[in-house]
Each structure stands twice: as structure tokens, then as C-alpha cells.
């Protein structure tokens, strides 16, 4: 871990970072989150019986979208050209709830890890608003990086070699 911040500078002031000397590399990142909700919610969802329509197509475009526009929401993000915004919404009758998983390519000088955290939250935002009339009770969770690839850092993944994660996993009771 570096001493230093790379978004502060010498007199302690946020600075969006120089990457003009780092080479153009293939890089992809992928983001994970839930929202869980009452089982009549998921079922009204999965039913297309939500009044303001299709709520996971939606919540999809939403997040593309989102990610798209990063750079104009979290202030010292660089804006990038993607390659790729995929973005999957799945029903989980575990949670119950709803599971996305965004997956974020480009070929440039910075990483795509706050375009695919975008993707996800906003995505998972877009649900809550679309579904808030049957069920204010909903909670945004686990919105995390699962793995990122390319760049000097090279590559990352929130599991390591032996299948435990540095954090406890989603809906864990475990205490960081």
C-alpha cells in the first residue's frame, strides 16, 4: 500500500490524477449488489405486475446508462470510452430479492471499477424506485468489486486462492 493518496496533492487538495503517461491496456472490471424485498415484491416483479412496467428492463437500461455516465457523478473519475456495459439482473427467491452483476470493458489509461459500481448501484437504485410503492421496506446491499483486470495492477478478485474473501460475504453475519 502507498503512502501517498493519488487523489490529493502536496497541499492536501483532491487532484483528479495524471494518467497521461500510462500505456493504453485492455481493462474489465466486474461489480456485484442485491436488493432484497418482501417475497409478494419479487413475485409482482417477476409477474411484469409492478404498475410502472417492466422493472428489471428498466433498472438494466438505467444502469447501462450509469455507467456511461460515471465521470459526470463521482467527481475525480476520468471520463472513459467503454467497449463493453453488460449488466445482469437476476431474481433470487434466497434473498428474496434481486441480484445484478455489471461487467465493464475499455482499452485505455485508468480502470473501470467505478463505471461497473455505477452500473449496479444505479441499477439496483432503479429497482427501489420502481417498486417503492409495494414495498418501501427494500434494502440496497453488497455492492462491492468483484474483479478487475489490467493495468500495472494486473489482476484482482474478491476471492482469493483458497475461497475466502478479505470481507465476510454478502449477508454474512460475521463482523468485518
Known amino acids: 500500500m502507498t503512502d ?4 490529493v496533492d502536496d497541499s492536501g487538495e483532491a487532484k483528479m490524477v495524471d494518467v497521461s503517461a500510462k500505456a493504453e491496456t485492455s481493462r474489465t472490471a466486474k461489480a456485484t449488489g442485491a436488493i432484497r ?5 419479487l413475485d409482482a416483479i417477476m409477474k411484469a405486475q409492478v404498475k410502472k412496467g417492466d422493472v428489471l428492463g428498466v433498472a438494466r437500461i438505467a444502469g447501462l446508462m450509469a455507467a456511461k455516465k460515471t465521470a459526470e457523478l463521482i467527481p475525480l473519475c476520468h471520463p472513459l470510452a467503454l467497449t463493453h456495459v453488460g449488466l445482469e ?3 433470487d427467491p ?8 455489471a461487467t465493464v470493458s475499455t482499452l485505455g489509461r485508468t480502470g473501470v471499477e467505478m463505471e461497473a459500481l ?7 437504485l432503479t429497482v427501489y424506485d420502481m417498486a417503492k410503492a409495494l414495498d418501501r421496506g427494500m434494502t440496497i446491499s453488497d455492492i462491492s468489486l468483484a474483479e478487475k483486470s ?4 494486473g489482476k484482482y478478485s474478491r476471492l482469493d486462492g483458497t475461497g ?13
Do not use: F
Not at 150 to 153: E, H, K, L, W
Not at 164 to 176: C, I, L, N, Q, V
Open 37 to 41: 424485498m418482501r417475497q409478494e415484491t
Open 4 to 7: 501517498k493518496l493519488s487523489h
Open 164 to 176: 475466502s474473501a478479505p470481507y465476510p460475504e454478502p449477508g454474512s453475519t460475521k463482523a468485518y
Open 118 to 124: 455505477t452500473a449496479v448501484s444505479v441499477a439496483l
Open 150 to 153: 489490467g493495468g500495472v495492477s
Open 94 to 101: 434466497a434473498l428474496p430479492g434481486v441480484r445484478a452483476e
Open 89 to 91: 439482473l437476476a431474481a
